[in-house]
């Protein structure tokens, strides 16, 4: 089915890697090691280059943008091994959900038009992922020269063509593998944002289509409605703890997401103007697209965090519509008051329990990076004038 789409893509490709949560065998096993492995040397690799190479700023412009991206990844790793029982919990939630037709077929369509364009804004993300991994990978075709995708130690002389092929392929490997992860693991997030936020839209019909008498006359149709009511506060309360489950899980994924995102936009911008402004085309095609697509990440989570808290808080606008408040029926009356005061309250996803995961955290992350840029640019243009007045000096 359409709205199952990302949940089963995700499944699919960590099978792919023997990290499915519920598929375990010694082969799988030995793969998942072997990809977790390759992995972390390669991170590794990667950040002992930058650590042994530094020299500056500049140093830094071409060797720290694999960094970010590889610090998600590993705690992308870590957690689905470290957290497998929570993961396993919030897969079976998703298998308990309501079926579309249960109010009937306008509400099977609005749910199939959602569906549709989940996979759409999904599939536009994974093909950004993979765009932007494949300009990176083509860097020394791009600049003509004889370079490595980003700064790794190297324990041989690349100047032997043997050396510098190898660790081309193993860089090329590990940029596709960056790129795998983050698009399956952020898959899976936002089919679980996804899960809710349609099971919301069914409550909503619940409630909408209670068909509450309101008359005094005690009949058999209050004891119904009362018990279709208690069914949907149930399975309200049930998507109100899954967001508090899901919180729990990804509170340091996206507390190390956000820094890291954060991190790479404020820097990305900085070392791409860093020698003047308009930059080099090395630079552009290097950073552009790089750029453009942790933004579109960034927003892709925040906007997901949004919508969910939106249909969370409508819930209770859906139930005052209802005009309970004219209906002589005192249990349904008390049972929506307290419905709408849980709506009310803020159950939102959060970041590290820290920030909301909203679109105005989205637009704050934006702000902050570039008037730390602009901060960060001033310093290094007033370094680099007193360091030219200084050797102007003594020369």
């Known amino acids: 089915m359409e709205e199952e789409y990302v949940m089963f893509s995700g499944l699919y ?64 790793l870590l957690s689905v091994l470290f957290l497998r029982n929570e993961m396993k919990h919030l897969y079976n939630t998703v298998e308990k959900k309501w079926d579309n037709k249960i109010y009937g077929e306008e509400l099977e369509n609005t749910i199939k038009k959602l569906s549709l364009k989940f996979k759409k804004i999904y599939n536009t993300y994974r093909m950004t992922i993979w765009v932007t991994a494949i300009l990176y990978v083509s860097k020394p075709l791009i600049l003509f020269s004889r370079t490595l995708l980003t700064e790794m130690y190297i324990p041989c002389n690349l100047s032997q063509n043997y050396c510098y092929i190898s660790f081309i392929a193993i860089q090329t490997i590990y940029i596709f593998d960056l790129a795998f992860v983050v698009y399956t693991f952020d898959g899976i997030f936002y089919a679980f944002l996804f899960y809710v936020y349609c099971e919301l839209e069914k409550i909503k019909y619940g409630f909408a289509n209670l068909n509450v008498s309101i008359t005094t006359d005690l009949n058999n149709n209050e004891e119904d409605c009362y018990t279709k009511f208690c069914e949907i506060v149930k399975h309200h309360y049930s998507m109100i703890k899954f967001l508090q489950d899901v919180n729990k899980v990804y509170y340091l994924q996206l507390l190390n997401h956000f820094v890291t995102i954060t991190a790479t936009i404020v820097f990305g911008i900085f070392f791409m103007n860093m020698d003047g402004f308009p930059p080099a085309l090395g630079k552009v095609s290097r950073y552009i697209p790089y750029l453009m697509s942790y933004h579109f990440q960034l927003y892709i989570y925040c906007m997901w965090g949004q919508q969910v808290f939106d249909q969370v808080c409508s819930v209770c606008d859906v139930i005052y519509q209802s005009q309970w408040y004219v209906r002589y029926q005192p249990k349904l009356a008390k049972g929506m008051l307290l419905v709408m005061k849980v709506s009310q309250i803020q159950n939102k996803l959060t970041i590290g329990d820290m920030w909301k995961l909203n679109l105005g955290t989205f637009m704050s992350v934006i702000k902050t990076s570039m008037s730390f840029h602009a901060f960060m640019q001033t310093v290094y243009k007033s370094d680099e004038v007193l360091v030219e007045s200084y050797n102007q000096t003594i020369f």
């Open 13 to 76: 490709s960590l099978n792919l890697v023997g990290l499915h949560p519920f598929k375990s065998s010694f082969k799988k096993g030995v793969v998942a090691l072997i990809f977790i492995v390759f992995t972390l040397i390669c991170y590794a690799l990667n950040l002992a280059g930058v650590i042994l190479k530094y020299d500056g700023l500049k140093s830094l412009a071409d060797s720290i943008d694999a960094v970010p991206a590889g610090q998600q990844v590993m705690v992308k």
